[in-house]
């Protein structure tokens, strides 16, 4: 088992609702992470749809078999690398005769192969009209140990819940695709953007001794209560000592691949 590996925040920009566009930027910023040495790529939250966007009701597809989804696949194939990447998720109750949504992640190892498939439970209240909500955790093995998954407000779940579960699973490194929006008007001079995220990674990173990663999307939001945010970047590393190993730029044009080293125990 190896102690490190090159991890790239792949904070790319999502438009929403056209998951084609959207698509062929991550396949772009999966084959340029892997020609800078990146042996796992973290990619946003509903990367394909864009967050809280209507279009999913059309647009989303199925996990594992789904376009996006086997796309993704391909590209972790054709690059040799992992991909974390968020999706919605379009899953059929056959008995109940009812299609559901789903905000969704998964971890692709080299092989094209799905690792961890997760549905994300701390889901915010306006969201929920368009996302069902998960049910479970996992963990999955991988060459550098246990790797734990995650989606954005997962990680500010009540008491860092999630994320602790996840290092009590014996995750040593845990991912989470994420669309992190401030209003339009946010000014990150006087009030700078990230506070919320290192108090909820840093305490489970320091008590755990884990890398916690989220990576965000760049671009506006429009639709739902937040229409009129904008998606910022800013992606965040965080050390098993609760600092940050490694930041993305701020801005709504802010379309970035950020490669870093992650150096286990």
């Given at each position: ?5 090159n ?14 566009g ?9 084959s ?15 990367l394909?749809?864009?967050w ?28 040799g ?20 949504l789903?905000?969704?992640a998964?971890l ?22 368009i ?14 140990g246990r790797?734990?998954?995650?989606i ?20 040593r490194f ?69 600092g ?22």
């Amino acid at each position: 088992m190896s102690n490190s590996f090159n991890l790239a925040l792949a904070q790319m920009l999502v438009t929403p609702g056209d998951a084609e566009g959207n698509l062929a930027r991550a396949e772009q910023r999966i084959s340029t992470a892997a020609g800078r040495g990146a042996d796992m790529v973290l990619l946003p939250e509903a990367l394909d749809c864009g967050w809280a966007h209507p279009s999913a009701k059309e647009l989303a597809g199925a996990v594992p078999g789904g376009g996006s989804c086997l796309r993704l696949r391909r590209a972790a194939r054709e690059h040799g690398v992992f991909v974390c990447a968020g999706l919605v998720e379009r899953a059929a109750r056959i008995a109940e005769r009812e299609t559901r949504l789903f905000n969704a992640a998964v971890l692709i190892d080299p092989c094209g192969e799905i690792l961890l498939h997760h549905r994300k439970i701390h889901e915010l209240e306006f969201a929920r009209k368009i996302y069902s909500v998960g049910h479970r955790l996992g963990v999955a093995e991988t060459r550098w140990g246990r790797a734990g998954l995650m989606i954005c407000a997962d990680g500010f779940a009540p008491g860092q819940v999630i994320s602790r579960s996840l290092a009590m699973m014996g995750a040593r490194f845990i991912l989470s695709p994420c669309a992190w929006a401030v209003p339009a008007d946010h000014d990150n001079v006087k009030e700078p953007y990230g506070q919320l995220w290192l108090d909820n990674y840093g305490p489970v990173a320091r008590e755990f001794g884990v890398w916690i990663a989220g990576c965000s999307n760049v671009g506006p939001v429009t639709a739902g209560e937040w229409a009129g945010r904008k998606c910022i970047g800013n992606s965040l590393l965080c050390a098993p000592a609760g600092g940050i190993a490694a930041r993305g730029a701020y801005g709504a044009a802010a379309d970035e691949v950020v490669v870093a080293r992650v150096e286990l125990a």
